[in-house]
């Protein structure tokens, strides 16, 4: 009768033969230490992300910025609101730290910023459009609802599916359109910071 083996002995059979790669452990480690720089960066006043970086070796260096171009990057988002725009313009602010090129880089960041400010201001239109187009559909709904119930009846637009589906459809349009051009903003950063 053969031997029935554990869930761990057979993964440990499996295993065996594989080594982890030191190399690739130590850059994951250090990336991670650069994605850490730029939270402290993001989070903290008065931190000078240059200055963070200023405290590893040349051998570190490399895989720390990239953890930090990875992390800036990521926080390279369209703007859900002013707070969300004033995080995307401190991410901006610490492409410096990576970039050779500073006066290229400051053209991009100020288009990158107006960029994002036109996006809050359209995406404000487009909510105010919406509720427009939406305004003679509601006036329907809340009618033949306080004809149903026998007094009348106020529906909030939020609150209806309809009204979402069209709001949602509208945004989803805007933000294609929007982060397609931010995709090549992020592009054009990673390009200039490595």
């Given at each position: 009768m053969s031997?029935?083996?554990?869930?761990?002995e057979i993964a440990l059979e499996r295993t065996q033969d594989?080594?982890?790669?030191?190399?690739?452990?130590?850059?994951?480690?250090?990336?991670?230490?650069?994605?850490?720089l730029v939270s402290k960066f993001l989070s903290e006043e008065n931190v000078e992300l240059k200055k963070l970086l200023e405290g590893f070796d040349k051998k570190h260096?490399?895989?720390?910025?990239?953890?930090?171009?990875?992390?800036?990057?990521?926080?390279?988002?369209?703007?859900?609101?002013?707070?969300?725009?004033?995080?995307?313009?401190?991410?901006?602010?610490g492409f410096y730290a990576l970039a050779a090129d500073g006066k290229h880089l400051g053209k991009l960041l100020n288009q990158m910023e107006q960029f994002l400010s036109d996006f809050l201001q359209?995406?404000?239109?487009?909510?105010?459009a919406v509720e427009q187009r939406f305004q003679p559909i509601l006036q329907q709904k809340e009618q033949a609802m306080s004809q149903q119930?026998?007094?009348?009846?106020?529906?909030?637009?939020?609150m209806d599916p309809d009204f979402q589906k069209m709001l949602r459809d509208n945004m989803t349009i805007?933000?294609?359109?929007?982060?397609q051009v931010l995709a090549r903003v992020k592009q054009e950063l990673r390009r200039m910071s490595e």
């Open positions: 031997e029935i083996k554990s869930a761990l594989v080594e982890a790669n030191k190399e690739a452990l130590e850059a994951n480690t250090f990336i991670t230490e650069g994605k850490k260096l490399r895989h720390v910025k990239e953890g930090a171009l990875q992390a800036l990057l990521a926080n390279l988002k369209l703007p859900a609101d002013e707070m969300s725009l004033l995080q995307c313009k401190k991410a901006g602010q359209e995406r404000k239109r487009v909510m105010e119930v026998g007094a009348r009846v106020k529906i909030d637009p939020a805007l933000e294609d359109r929007y982060n």
